[in-house]
Antibody, heavy 127, light 107 residues
Framework: QVQLVESGGGVVQPGRSLRLACAASEFTFSSYDMHWVRQAPGKGLEWVTVISYDGTKKYYADSVKGRFTISRDNSKNTLFLQMNSLRAEDTAVYYC????????????????????WGQGTLVTVSS | DIQMTQSPSSLSASVGDRVTITCRASQTINSYLIWYQQKPGKAPKLLIYAASTLQSGVPSRFSGSGSGTDFSLTISSLQPEDFATYYCQQSYSPPHTFGQGTKLDIK
C-alpha cells in the first residue's frame, strides 16, 4: 500500500545539523508535491515546508526559513529535510506527507489534501 | 499568513453525544479546509477534505461543513474510538497553517 517512512531523527546539540529522509513506496513519487510537518512534545501540528513534484518550487514556514532546506530525489523516491543551526525549539516529531489533489464537483474546482502521512521521526535538540 | 482558530480547545462528551468543533480562517480559503484526527503517538489521520468530502473509509458519523472563513466538524454519535485530538488545516496557500487542535475526551 501507499507508504511513507521517515528516518534520520535523533539527539543533536544546539547549533548542529541533521538530515531527515522520507522514503516513499507504492505510488508515483515524482508526480506529487511533498510536505514536512512537525509536532513539538505535547503541542499541536506545525506545517514546516513543501516542495513541488519536480523540485522547482519550495516554501518554508518563517520559523525555519534560512535554516532548513527541503529537497527530493525522484530517482530514489525519497524526500529530504536538511536542518541546520538547530535550536531547542526545533525539538519535535517530524512527519512527511503527500499532497493529493482532485476535482470536487461540489466546490466546482480542484482541491488538495495531505494523505498519507509517515509515522514520524523524533528530533531532540539538547546539549 | 492565514491564521486558523479552532474552538473549543478541549471538550468533554459522552458516548452517543453529538459534538461540533469549529474552525475559523483569518481570510477566505474557499473550501480548502481539511480535518484530521490524531491519537497519542500516532500520525494524523485524514478525515475530511474540501471542507465536506469524507475520506474513504471514514465513518459517516463524521461530517464537515462551511466555506469561506467558517467551518465545522460534527460527529453525530460519539463512539469510544473517537476520543482523540482534532485539527483543521487550510490548504489554500502556503504556509498551510493548522488550528491549535481540539482535544475530545470522555466525560
Amino acid at each position: 500500500q501507499v507508504q511513507l517512512v521517515e528516518s534520520g531523527g535523533g539527539v543533536v546539540q544546539p547549533g548542529r545539523s541533521l538530515r531527515l529522509a522520507c522514503a516513499a513506496s507504492e505510488f508515483t513519487f515524482s508526480s506529487y508535491d511533498m510536505h514536512w510537518v512537525r509536532q513539538a512534545p505535547g503541542k499541536g501540528l506545525e506545517w514546516v515546508t513543501v516542495i513541488s513534484y519536480d523540485g522547482t518550487k519550495k516554501y518554508y514556514a518563517d520559523s525555519v526559513k534560512g535554516r532548513f532546506t527541503i529537497s527530493r530525489d525522484n530517482s530514489k523516491n525519497t524526500l529530504f529535510l536538511q536542518m541546520n543551526s538547530l535550536r531547542a525549539e526545533d525539538t519535535a516529531v517530524y512527519y512527511c506527507a503527500r499532497e493529493d489533489r482532485g476535482f470536487i464537483p461540489m466546490v466546482r474546482g480542484t482541491v488538495n489534501w495531505f494523505d498519507p502521512w509517515g509515522q514520524g521521526t523524533l528530533v531532540t535538540v539538547s546539549s | 499568513d492565514i491564521q486558523m482558530t479552532q474552538s473549543p480547545s478541549s471538550l468533554s462528551a459522552s458516548v452517543g453525544d453529538r459534538v461540533t468543533i469549529t474552525c475559523r480562517a483569518s481570510q477566505t480559503i474557499n473550501s480548502y479546509l481539511i480535518w484530521y484526527q490524531q491519537k497519542p503517538g500516532k500520525a494524523p489521520k485524514l478525515l475530511i477534505y474540501a471542507a465536506s468530502t469524507l475520506q474513504s473509509g471514514v465513518p459517516s458519523r463524521f461530517s464537515g461543513s462551511g466555506s469561506g472563513t467558517d467551518f465545522s466538524l460534527t460527529i453525530s454519535s460519539l463512539q469510544p474510538e473517537d476520543f482523540a485530538t482534532y485539527y483543521c488545516q487550510q490548504s489554500y496557500s502556503p504556509p498551510h497553517t493548522f488550528g491549535q487542535g481540539t482535544k475530545l475526551d470522555i466525560k
